[in-house]
């Protein structure tokens, strides 16, 4: 398998910048190897195709709406009725590309296209809040919740893996200018790029 090149070749510099702290207050991470997909069920109440793609993927049922469900090495979601996404490793990308026939609905992939974003550590929350119109406190925004939202106008997909790390994904050509928007205001906490 080839390797993905970097989208922010050039601007990501590994290290800690910004307010001088022991502790950086953000974690950002580009995370290089991923698959996305991009999966319409033409019915995807039928229950014959719910069932066979949960025992497929061994999981009780499909995600409910903006909510995300893991599997072995990523997490599939929903974010309208009759549209799943997934992001993580290949090998359940693979799994759900060959389980849905054209009759039932199509599976594109989407990664060569994606930038993906992981950040962390105390002041994640405070760092998106200063672009993002969503409520992000833990009631509104519980974990393994995902949404479509926009940083600065950036459109983007906002996934909460747990309660201190997001996940972004974001169009390639507009990585820099998401990269430059995060790295700007994640100074005043300190921020270390892994």
Known sequence: MLERNSALKGQRIHGRFGKATE????TIEEIREFSYLDISLWEMNK???RSKLAELLGIQDLPARQGSIALSGGRLFSLEAGHLGYLGEAGPADILAAAIAPEEGSVVSLGHGYCCL????????NLLRRGIRQDLRDKAFPVHHVVRADIGGIDLLL??????HFDLLVPRSHAPELWRWLTRRAAQFGYQVL
Do not use: C, E, F, N
């Open 159 to 164: 996934l909460r893996r747990d309660g201190g």
């Open 47 to 49: 229950a014959s195709l």
């Open 23 to 26: 502790k950086s207050g953000v």
């Open 118 to 125: 992981r950040l962390g550590r105390p002041m994640v929350i």
